[in-house]
């Protein structure tokens, strides 16, 4: 294993009706919470009341800001600063989903910055020598509503920055929120399609890491699959049953696992989702099907140079049976039931399927390259990522 330091300090209340726990966690960190979630969200909005309600009766003053959008963009950060500085808030509560929480953790940061234009935060991007990353932020306290980015347990937030094209990631040890409260009855009312792109992002947080980080380490390897696996048994149960009270406990528990430091010691790379934020930003479809995307090609093209990997994932993940067949045959009929696994779930895995087509390939290679490659002219992962190999995943991808 390669060497690695671990710190995560937040607490977790989890369960089924923990909910109820919001207005006693609030009041350990504050006293005038700014409460951060979507614009628009009719089913959200029963929660985010009853949110309100909750801290009102243990006595915290709530300022609303209910302008998150998908993606948010830094300009929306600033409106969320203005406000909390404006009514002297002294917390920031996020209740939604991963745009909400990194937005609640980008505002309380925003909220002490003295780095001038907020998007100077922003750690990974090219012109690196700009980056000013927060030192200290408003305490948060996070009340997910979608079992996917994970954002309730790490120091990361991600932004989208309109007139740049670019999204991409903030992380400081001051944006670890104080505390989350994971209730998964909460995911209970969420339409099929959210359900399933939190599955597939959980997926690729640990898949990430399984086929593009070390090689030597068989209990990351080991954990790893379990996440997988247990995604992939529990998110059909909970499309078909939206109330399953286990699934969506295995669920929202495998998503805050997954990106919460404890799959990815010592491997800091994310790869596919570099070409994922690529897509976001330059095609508008969503952070998990940019990854249903960008998996099976990637994985297509990288099964020959690691193949004991793609055969451990055929074999513990996808459960193939490897009677009477090669492991070639094993590996690719590994890739192909995940594939289908994406597809069933309903995401697209053809770039060819959400109209992008091969003329389109030259401008997103370009922005990965300008946005995400290192100072050797590649995209940092194991093996490493050249401009070459890049463009072959994608036309894999079509
Ligand atoms: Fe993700």
Redesign the pocket.
Known sequence: MRPFEYHNPVRIVFGAGAFKRLGDAAAAIGAHALVVSYADEPELTKIVQRGVQQLADSGLRVTPFFQVQPNPEVQMVQRGVQAARDNGVDCVIGIGG?SVMDTAKAIAAGVEYRGGDLWNMVNSRHDRQQVVPPETALPTLMVPTLA???SEMNNCA?LSHRERGEKSYIWSDCLFPRTAILDPRLTYTLPRLQTACGGV??I??VMEIYLNGQDQTDLLHAWQEGLMRTVIENLPTALADPRDRQAREELMWCATCA?NGWASPGDPW?PM?QI?HVLTARHQVN??TS?ALVMPAWMDFFKTAKPERYFRFARRVMHVDPHRRTREQIIDEGLEAFRQFIEQAGLPTRLSQVGIARDQLDPILEDVRRISFNARGQLASNPPVTEQQLMTILEKAL
């Open positions: 991963g996917a980015t994970g991600v992002d959980t690729s947080h990106i994310t989702h994922g952070h998990a990854l």
